[in-house]
């Protein structure tokens, strides 16, 4: 699945938190499964504002009804609370441009990615391994080893 993190810079700070929303889409993920969250330049105060940067790659424990238990996410505004696992979940420390994979053909390059990402979105094979690629070899690396977590760095974890 594909997500627009609109908000990015006011909630990536921390622990991997957990992802509230109101789309069944969202609701209806198993244990493994897995969540592309994508923002944009502005967010992460890079020259190209308006282009789709990958930032993480979460990987679903569990979706559920949100219990309403945290007051920033009150259950009558988010439906559903999706808990990523933390040491199958990567943040990536250097975001990814991935504009040109996911921005639709022929539409403006001046226009914020987040205009044509809105809501999450299942996302096929072929982006998958896009997405991936475009991700390069430092997340490849921790995915086969095994050393996931909070980041994806050159240093030792």
């Not at 979706?63 to 439906?79: I, L, Q, S, T, V």
């Not at 990567?90 to 921005?103: A, K, S, T, Y």
């Not at 999450?120 to 896009?130: F, G």
Request: glycine share 8%; with cysteine; net charge positive.
């Amino acid at each position: 699945m594909l997500i627009y993190w609109r908000d990015y810079r006011k909630n990536a700070e921390g622990p991997i938190p957990a992802w509230h929303s109101n789309a069944k889409l969202l609701a209806e993920l198993l244990p493994g499964d897995r969540l592309w969250f994508v923002t944009s330049g502005k967010n992460l105060r890079q020259e190209a504002e308006q282009a789709g940067f990958l930032v993480a790659v979460w990987q679903v424990q569990e979706a559920k009804e949100n219990p309403g238990d945290d007051p920033a996410y009150p259950k009558a505004d988010y439906c559903y609370r999706i808990v990523a696992s933390e040491g199958e979940s990567v943040v990536l420390d250097e975001p990814v441009l991935v504009d040109h994979i996911l921005r639709p053909e022929g539409r403006d390059k001046a226009v914020s990615i987040g205009r044509f990402l809105q809501g999450p979105r299942k996302l096929d094979d072929q982006k998958v391994r896009l997405l991936r690629a475009a991700a390069g070899p430092k997340m490849a690396l921790k995915w086969l080893t095994g050393k996931r977590g909070l980041s994806v760095s050159g240093v030792q974890e």
